[in-house]
């Protein structure tokens, strides 16, 4: 998820362990969790990738708290995240969904994650994988500064405007900057977060596909 604060650099907070952590994530203990197991860590696993595609499309317009507080209702709904599977959903399907409290009853953005999940699967036949697609628009020379606060970036831009025109929904460049803040295309942990030298070696390490 991304995060983008009243103020114009990034801030951090200590926490209860005593490290200091960026400063949205102090909000609850979920997102403690997520911050330091999840969000920022660069990711190639098309199934892990296509996951936040999602809760980040799902998110458009609404708190993160919201999606994270779902985010175990999405798995049971859409099939761990298997896009093979959740490209065989019909309509039937997507009136369940609709019912469905454990997750956000947007008939748009569930019936746009069967149309993502169609279009992940010819990533993969195009390209060989669905994270060679998706990180084919990273900019290596834009890892993120932790400093400065951003909703959007140049290469989430092209990476919009691309995946719209190959007919992705719920992908606008705000949406995609904060994909690639989740999957570690770029690094936003602010500087002096306990998190942010391990996120900048894991980058560094990471074998872009």
């Known amino acids: ?23 949205w994530c102090t909000a609850t203990d979920g997102y403690i969790s997520y911050h330091d197991d999840d969000w920022g860590w660069p990711v190639s696993d098309d199934q892990k990738l296509f996951e936040k595609l999602t809760l980040e499309s799902f998110q458009s317009g609404l708190s993160w708290r ?29 009136e369940r969904l609709v019912l469905d409290a454990s997750i956000v009853r ?26 060679r697609y998706l990180w084919s628009f990273a900019d290596p020379n834009d890892l993120g500064s932790g400093t400065e ?6 290469a989430a831009q092209a ?4 995946m719209k ?9 705000t949406t995609a900057y904060a994909f690639m803040q989740a999957a570690g295309m770029v690094n936003d ?3 002096g977060c ?16």
């Open 149 to 154: 606060q951003r909703s959007t970036s140049p």
């Open 106 to 131: 947007h008939r748009g953005k569930i019936t746009a994650t069967i149309n993502n999940a169609n279009l992940a699967i010819a990533a993969q036949q195009d390209y060989g994988s669905l994270a």
């Open 159 to 162: 990476m919009s405007k691309q």
């Open 189 to 191: 942990h602010a500087v």
């Open 194 to 209: 306990v998190n942010r030298d391990a996120a900048t070696k894991a980058q560094a390490e990471f074998d872009r596909p």
């Open 1 to 23: 998820m991304g995060f983008f604060y009243g103020g114009k650099v990034l801030d951090t907070q200590v926490t209860s362990d005593g490290h200091a952590r960026c400063a």
């Open 165 to 173: 025109k190959d007919g992705w929904k719920f992908f606008g460049p």
């Open 66 to 94: 919201t999606i994270l507080e779902k985010r175990d209702g999405f798995k049971t709904c859409f099939t761990n995240f298997d896009f093979h599977k959740i490209a065989q959903f019909d309509d039937r399907d997507v």
